[in-house]
């Protein structure tokens, strides 16, 4: 029933509301947590070492039924950016005994047989070395949650203190106590539990379980009985401790002391594409002329380099003039060979530019397709002109 309990608490604090994104850490850290503790029931068997007994002689065992406690613990570490964190970490619990059976100790103290209760406190303090992994959610397309749950295992040394009293429950004049300190063993434990950030920067509430397991002891202790109004009769006992199996449950903060937030990405820089050489040039020329003018002459050099930028397998060279001749069809042959005349006058300037003859094609047009639409017999520069194509 309290293991049932603690983990609905659990459940409830892990379903509060984050204010923030949760995120793995970087640097140094510290950790402090506590909550309530749940021990297993724990066996204590006695070897006598009175005088008279012989050395090394069982006399049963004790079970030690464990109550309610508390616990916390205090860490300091260090994370590597990649989920990884180390830490090392202090801890205490104390859990209260409320009930044991057994006639380990009646018999080795030779007062009686039967069974009795008993009272006290246990204590476990000592040390780990944990190692945890903060998972990242959004690798598993669990973009926007609010929190990062996290695993680790540890190692260390946990001390035993334990301060029982029993009493004769059959009627008897006689208690015995026990007395334990500073006995100490090898410990591990598990841990799952999840980070909830906080506005303040590197600032998380955790929540988490942890299972703690201690080998057991063999020590010696301060046992003994006393009757009723008497003073206690003491013996250096040896008895062991058997193993000590505890469920913690635990609310703390932990702190990140370089995990300023990551600065925003770059903005996309859209980087224009370098200009491209033009493909059609266009070259004008004076009214019933077909030399080329200074301008001319630059488009035409314009268009011979561009020639060598851009893959081109032809030149078309292609004449026009306007319909300011004399109308009829003399005037209409003459401005198609004097288109003719234009585009030749560009080929011979590309040919001097460099440009292969055998790629230039020439072809006049005449007075057809102007540039800018005109009334008869109009003079438009623009319309005198050479197309120069490069495909």
């Not at 009175?50 to 079970?63: A, F, I, L, M, V």
């Not at 992994?133 to 260390?156: E, K, R, S």
């Not at 002891?217 to 046992?223: A, D, E, R």
């Not at 980087?271 to 035409?300: C, G, H, M």
Request: with cysteine; aromatic share 10%.
């Amino acid at each position: 029933m309290r293991l049932r309990t603690a983990l609905l608490s659990m459940g409830s604090m892990a379903a509060l509301p984050s204010l923030a994104m949760a995120s793995t850490i970087t640097g140094p850290y510290i950790d402090v947590a506590g909550g309530y503790d749940y021990t297993q029931n724990q066996t204590v068997d006695g070897l006598h070492s009175k005088p008279g007994k012989p050395q090394g002689q069982s006399h049963g065992h004790e079970h030690l039924r464990m109550g309610d406690g508390w616990t916390g613990y205090g860490a300091v570490g260090w994370g590597f950016g990649n989920g990884l964190r180390a830490e090392v970490e202090g801890t205490y619990a104390m859990t209260y005994a409320d009930h044991g059976s057994g006639h380990g100790w009646q018999q080795s103290m030779g007062q009686w047989n039967g069974r009795h209760g008993m009272k006290g406190s246990a204590q476990s303090y000592g040390g780990f070395v944990n190692v945890l992994y903060d998972i990242d959610l959004a690798q598993f397309g669990l973009n926007g949650m609010p929190f990062t749950p996290f695993v680790g295992i540890g190692a260390g040394y946990l001390f035993q203190d334990y301060h029982i009293h029993a009493k004769n429950n059959n009627g008897g004049p006689n208690n015995v106590f026990m007395h334990q300190g500073g006995s100490g063993s090898f410990a591990g434990q598990a841990i799952v539990g999840a980070a909830w950030d906080t506005p303040i920067t590197g600032l998380a509430v955790t929540t988490q379980y942890r299972f703690v397991a201690q080998t057991g002891s063999h020590t010696g202790v301060s046992m003994g009985h006393y009757r009723a109004g008497g003073n206690p009769a003491r013996h250096n006992n040896i008895v062991n401790v058997g193993e000590r199996y505890s469920h913690r449950f635990m609310l703390g903060l932990r702190y990140a002391f370089d995990n300023a937030p990551p600065p925003p990405p770059p903005a996309h820089v859209v980087v224009p594409p370098a200009p491209q050489a033009a493909r059609t040039y266009l070259v004008f020329f004076d009214w019933n002329s077909a030399r080329l003018t200074q301008r001319a002459k630059e488009i035409v050099a314009q268009a011979a380099q561009a020639s060598t930028h851009v893959q081109t397998t032809r030149i078309e060279c292609n004449g026009y003039t306007d319909n300011s001749q004399a109308p009829g069809p003399r005037g209409v042959a003459y401005n198609n060979k004097l288109s003719v005349r234009r585009a030749e006058s560009v080929k011979a300037a590309l040919i001097a530019d460099g440009v292969p003859a055998n790629i230039i094609d020439i072809h006049g047009y005449g007075e057809s397709h102007p540039l800018v639409p005109t009334g008869p017999n109009t003079r438009e520069p623009q319309n005198r002109r050479v197309e120069i194509i490069l495909r």
